[in-house]
T-cell receptor, first 109, second 117 residues
């Protein structure tokens, strides 16, 4: 069974601070995706990383896939209250995704 | 496209009753997934279909759960009889088939919040 562990589970920070969320596994994934989920809604795809060592930027968000394709990180620069939500990483194994437990981020103004 | 459409948004039912959740995937998406989300267990894959055919139902917790996809635009997840421990948010998601060298993400519906009392 492929498992993804996310850390931290919960993060509460002030507006303007930087943060990093981690996603780790002992398994190799063909690709890894990050989603953001707001209360009462389904997860929304942020990014897909495919190549080991790949770095993708989405405005203030930077995503990195580990060289061995077993881990990933999400870094947010100058967090805003609008970044508040549940961040989920998901590893692709075959045609299905395995999700981590998520990191709840709260950005206070 | 209106996205993945799920109904109802909320369902409250008594233990022992039958519950049917519905999903309309995005047109043209070949894959449909049913997930369950709880605080304790996070997002769990229950079952997924490819071209209307169930491919992997290993996540279906018990025989009380069943899912069908009679055509490309409709799927149901049924629980009969329902139990309080089935209370959760149930999500449907769809995606295109993986292309050559390209991986697609899932598009999720807004979910059905099920409460069994």
């Amino acid at each position: 069974t492929q498992l993804l562990e996310q850390s931290p589970q919960f993060l509460s920070i002030q507006e303007g601070e930087n943060l990093t969320v981690y996603c780790n596994s002992s398994s190799v994934f063909s690709s890894l995706q990050w989603y953001r989920q707001e209360p009462g809604e389904g997860p929304v795809l942020l990014v897909t990383v495919v190549t080991g060592g790949e770095v993708k930027k989405l405005k203030r968000l930077t995503f990195q896939f580990g060289d061995a394709r077993k881990d990933s990180s999400l870094h947010i620069t100058a967090a805003q209250p609008g970044d508040t939500g549940l961040y989920l990483c998901a590893g692709a194994g075959g045609n299905k995704l395995v999700f981590g437990a998520g990191t709840i981020l709260r950005v206070k103004s | 496209d209106a996205g993945v459409i799920q109904s109802p948004r909320h369902e409250v039912t008594e233990m022992g009753q039958e519950v049917t959740l519905r999903c309309k995937p995005i047109s043209g998406h070949d894959y449909l997934f049913w997930y369950r989300q709880t605080m304790m267990r996070g997002l769990e894959l229950l079952i997924y279909f490819n071209n209307n055919v169930p491919i992997d139902d290993s996540g279906m917790p018990e025989d009380r759960f069943s899912a069908k996809m009679p055509n490309a635009s409709f799927s149901t997840l049924k629980i009969q009889p329902s139990e309080p421990r089935d209370s959760a948010v149930y999500f449907c998601a769809s995606s295109p088939s993986p292309g050559h060298g390209r991986v697609y993400g899932y598009t999720f519906g807004s979910g059905t919040r099920l409460t069994v009392v």
